[in-house]
């Protein structure tokens, strides 16, 4: 069976050529001609049949044939045309081709010439044709490339960001412009879940009307995200359903996917378009893989908030951990400091018995003076290789505790030591506990660094009083009043750094086993605390510390 084939134009006044170059040439080929007589009626059909090809008589009446290749030009008809003249014509044969005539026939004209010349100009018509449908494929495929392109640098850009951002906002913006360019869409948004609740917040938009934008970073519900978030599936709609919803009012077509974690929806992902074209597959399956990468930004977020959190423990422990081998060391060394004088003066005593300076001792007493001097001498042993506190005053962790009762404890332990120096310790407490995030063995002393300091520095008959409230700035306020020697006010600034000394200072009879005014200050500083005195030469001196308060 034979495939129609191209058509042809003759422009021909004469019946008889007409037959023969149409009726009797062309049409036994398969081509399908069409025959007017004048260059007018040429231009119209030219028009109406888009020949593939052209055959004119030069010397047509009225119109001629260079006319006719002149009006073809001049209406931007890229026909190739054959012209036919008698011999005698070469002029306007020239003439013609110089006006883009592709072929000449001279008449009187053989059938197979008429073929060879149609067959010739169609097959370079069949060559242009397939450059230009090549042309046009190649076009197109590099169209599709460069989207495709464009899409991938897009996916590639969005997972470079998710390992390397580190605010999460411009994440999800960059989420929501990546999500809203592959899928061609007008406009896009990022739901994520509140991890408080089942609520979904909106976290980022693009080209969205402003009432949408005010609602940033608030509970939304577009209306269609909701059934996503229950089935866990995408859904793509536009059109007419489309109008059951409050996204409508966005757009005609609608592309939900869920982001999931482990199976489970903690975010949604959505675009739209203005017009009820939908969403290709393609499409939506590039969406979700924009929503993995919010997935992939999401668990990041949670892993390093997890994070975050345990350094901040195991630093605040470290924290504990360092402030208590201070304050350890500095008690250990206090208590040594504190027996070896007296353990010492006694044994240069026993010794004094022994060497008869004294007087001459009986049997009995020189037994009873060695066995003083033996123990005298394990007890120096022991002092001297104190290395360690007992296991009840190990560091521990911080949490809300009554410093109310921590102050009550704290007196109740110097009440004793401070009759011994015929002083006495008061106090002012609220009616109501006053409550603190602290360590309490820290705190505790804290307090046994300032009471030890305040008898210390006290005369016989004293009076020492501590008041804890609540300040103005929701502070819990402990101040520490004495009423011994006093200091010039200009060592206040310094009273608390670490190895200061006040030249020519003497407490009283007391010595004192507290940590020292610096070790005090660093453990209220550690718990976000201040610390200051107030003092003037025999006046007594008021020591404070603040720490932040945890409630009623």
């Given at each position: 069976?034979?495939?129609?084939?191209?058509?042809?134009?003759?422009?021909?006044?004469?019946?008889?050529?007409?037959d023969?170059?149409?009726?009797?040439?062309?049409?036994?080929?398969?081509?399908?001609?069409?025959?007017?007589s004048?260059?007018t009626?040429?231009?119209?059909?030219?028009?109406?049949?888009?020949?593939?090809?052209?055959?004119?008589?030069?010397?047509?009446p009225?119109?001629?044939?260079?006319?006719?290749?002149?009006?073809?030009?001049?209406?931007?008809?890229?026909?190739?045309?054959?012209?036919?003249?008698?011999?005698g014509?070469?002029?306007?044969?020239?003439?013609?081709?110089?006006?883009?005539?592709?072929?000449?026939?001279?008449?009187?004209?053989?059938?197979?010439?008429?073929?060879s010349a149609?067959?010739?100009?169609?097959k370079?018509?069949?060559?242009?044709?397939?450059?230009?449908?090549?042309?046009r494929?190649?076009?197109?495929?590099?169209?599709?490339?460069?989207?495709?392109?464009?899409?991938?640098?897009?996916?590639?850009?969005?997972?470079?960001?998710?390992?390397?951002?580190?605010?999460?906002?411009?994440?999800?913006?960059?989420?929501?412009?990546?999500?809203?360019?592959?899928?061609?869409?007008?406009?896009?948004?990022?739901?994520?879940?509140?991890?408080?609740?089942?609520?979904?917040?909106?976290?980022?938009c693009?080209?969205v009307?402003?009432?949408?934008?005010?609602?940033?970073?608030?509970?939304?519900?577009?209306?269609?995200?909701?059934?996503?978030?229950?089935?866990?599936?995408?859904?793509?709609?536009?059109?007419?359903?489309?109008?059951?919803?409050?996204?409508?009012?966005?757009?005609?077509?609608a592309?939900?996917?869920?982001?999931?974690?482990?199976?489970?929806?903690?975010?949604?992902?959505?675009?739209?378009?203005?017009?009820?074209?939908?969403?290709?597959?393609?499409?939506?399956?590039?969406?979700e893989?924009?929503?993995?990468?919010?997935?992939i930004?999401?668990?990041?977020?949670?892993?390093?908030?997890?994070?975050?959190?345990?350094?901040?423990?195991?630093?605040?422990?470290?924290?504990?951990?360092?402030?208590?081998?201070?304050?350890?060391?500095?008690?250990?060394?206090?208590?040594?400091?504190?027996?070896?004088?007296?353990?010492?003066?006694?044994?240069?005593?026993?010794?004094?018995?022994?060497?008869?300076e004294?007087?001459?001792?009986?049997?009995?007493?020189?037994?009873?003076?060695?066995?003083?001097?033996?123990?005298?001498?394990?007890?120096?042993?022991?002092?001297?290789?104190?290395?360690a506190?007992?296991?009840s005053?190990s560091?521990?962790?911080?949490?809300?505790?009554?410093?109310?009762?921590?102050?009550?404890?704290?007196?109740?332990?110097?009440?004793?030591?401070?009759?011994?120096?015929?002083?006495?310790?008061?106090?002012?407490?609220?009616?109501?506990?006053?409550?603190?995030?602290?360590?309490?063995?820290?705190?505790?002393?804290?307090?046994?660094?300032?009471?030890?300091?305040?008898?210390?520095?006290?005369?016989?008959?004293?009076?020492?009083?501590?008041?804890?409230?609540?300040?103005?700035?929701?502070?819990?306020?402990?101040?520490?009043?004495?009423?011994?020697?006093?200091?010039?006010?200009?060592?206040?600034?310094?009273?608390?750094?670490?190895?200061?000394?006040?030249?020519?200072?003497?407490?009283?009879?007391?010595?004192?086993?507290?940590?020292?005014?610096?070790?005090?200050?660093?453990?209220?500083?550690?718990?976000?605390?201040?610390?200051?005195?107030?003092?003037?030469?025999?006046?007594?001196?008021?020591?404070?510390?603040?720490?932040?308060?945890?409630?009623?």
């Open positions: 069976m034979n495939t129609p084939k191209e058509r042809i134009l003759l422009v021909e006044y004469d019946p008889e050529v007409s023969l170059i149409s009726r009797q040439t062309l049409q036994p080929m398969g081509y399908r001609v069409e025959v007017v004048g260059a009626q040429a231009i119209q059909e030219a028009v109406r049949f888009a020949p593939d090809v052209i055959i004119a008589n030069l010397s047509l009225g119109l001629s044939g260079k006319d006719l290749l002149v009006a073809l030009s001049s209406q931007g008809l890229e026909v190739p045309v054959i012209v036919l003249a008698p011999k014509m070469e002029g306007d044969v020239i003439q013609a081709f110089r006006l883009g005539a592709a072929d000449f026939l001279g008449w009187p004209v053989r059938e197979a010439e008429v073929v149609v067959e010739r100009i169609l370079q018509v069949r060559a242009r044709r397939e450059r230009e449908m090549l042309a494929q190649l076009n197109q495929t590099n169209q599709e490339l460069q989207r495709r392109v464009r899409e991938l640098t897009t996916i590639f850009a969005i997972g470079k960001a998710v390992i390397s951002a580190t605010d999460q906002q411009a994440l999800f913006d960059k989420i929501v412009e990546g999500a809203t360019f592959i899928t061609e869409a007008d406009a896009g948004w990022l739901l994520v879940r509140d991890e408080r609740g089942k609520s979904f917040i909106l976290r980022a693009r080209n009307p402003n009432d949408m934008f005010a609602k940033l970073n608030q509970v939304f519900d577009d209306g269609l995200s909701s059934l996503v978030a229950l089935s866990g599936e995408a859904l793509s709609i536009h059109g007419d359903p489309l109008k059951r919803f409050k996204v409508v009012r966005i757009g005609q077509s592309l939900v996917v869920p982001v999931k974690v482990k199976k489970e929806v903690v975010g949604l992902l959505v675009v739209t378009r203005k017009e009820a074209h939908p969403f290709s597959n393609s499409q939506q399956a590039l969406l893989a924009v929503a993995d990468y919010a997935s930004s999401l668990v990041n977020a949670r892993l390093f908030k997890a994070l975050e959190e345990r350094v901040n423990t195991l630093q605040q422990s470290a924290d504990n951990a360092q402030v208590g081998e201070r304050i350890k060391d500095e008690v250990l060394q206090q208590i040594r400091e504190e027996l070896s004088a007296p353990l010492l003066v006694i044994k240069g005593n026993a010794d004094m018995l022994l060497g008869k004294m007087g001459k001792l009986n049997t009995e007493q020189t037994n009873a003076v060695n066995v003083i001097q033996e123990k005298l001498k394990t007890i120096l042993d022991i002092v001297a290789a104190l290395t506190m007992d296991a005053d560091s521990k962790e911080r949490s809300t505790i009554n410093l109310t009762e921590l102050t009550r404890q704290a007196i109740n332990r110097f009440q004793p030591i401070a009759r011994q120096n015929s002083a006495a310790i008061t106090a002012e407490l609220p009616s109501k506990p006053i409550m603190a995030l602290a360590d309490p063995g820290q705190i505790s002393k804290v307090f046994d660094g300032l009471l030890s300091n305040a008898v210390k520095f006290s005369m016989p008959g004293a009076r020492i009083k501590i008041n804890l409230e609540r300040s103005a700035d929701n502070m819990a306020h402990v101040s520490v009043q004495d009423t011994g020697v006093g200091m010039d006010p200009q060592h206040l600034p310094h009273i608390f750094d670490e190895g200061y000394r006040i030249k020519g200072a003497s407490g009283g009879r007391y010595g004192g086993v507290g940590i020292s005014l610096s070790l005090v200050k660093e453990i209220v500083t550690s718990h976000r605390g201040k610390v200051w005195a107030e003092s003037q030469p025999d006046q007594g001196s008021t020591f404070h510390f603040s720490l932040p308060s945890a409630g009623a």
